[in-house]
C-alpha cells in the first residue's frame, strides 16, 4: 500500500470516529472494513482491465512493427 493511501485512511479513520460519534464502533468498523474491502476490489479489476488493454496494444504494435520490417526486407 502506497504511502498516499497509507495516510488517507487515517484521516477517513479520525473523521469516521468523529463522525460516528457515539454509535456503536465496531458496527463503524465493520461497515469502514467492508467499504474499502469492496473499493479494493473494484480497483482490482479496473487494473486488470488497463493491463489487459495495455497488453493488446503491445501486442498489436509489435505486429505492426514485424509488417513493416517484412516489407521493408
Given at each position: 500500500?502506497g504511502v498516499y493511501?497509507?495516510?488517507?485512511?487515517k484521516?477517513e479513520d479520525?473523521?469516521v470516529?468523529i463522525?460516528a460519534?457515539?454509535?456503536?464502533?465496531?458496527?463503524?468498523?465493520?461497515?469502514?472494513?467492508?467499504?474499502?474491502?469492496e473499493?479494493?476490489e473494484k480497483?482490482?479489476v479496473k487494473k486488470?482491465?488497463?493491463?489487459?488493454?495495455?497488453?493488446?496494444?503491445?501486442?498489436l504494435?509489435?505486429?505492426?512493427?514485424?509488417?513493416?520490417?517484412?516489407?521493408?526486407n
Amino acid at each position: 500500500m502506497g504511502v498516499y493511501r497509507t495516510v488517507s485512511r487515517k484521516v477517513e479513520d479520525v473523521f469516521v470516529k468523529i463522525l460516528a460519534g457515539k454509535q456503536d464502533s465496531q458496527l463503524v468498523k465493520e461497515k469502514v472494513a467492508r467499504y474499502r474491502a469492496e473499493y479494493d476490489e473494484k480497483l482490482k479489476v479496473k487494473k486488470a482491465g488497463k493491463d489487459r488493454e495495455n497488453a493488446e496494444q503491445k501486442l498489436l504494435f509489435q505486429q505492426r512493427k514485424e509488417e513493416q520490417e517484412r516489407g521493408i526486407n
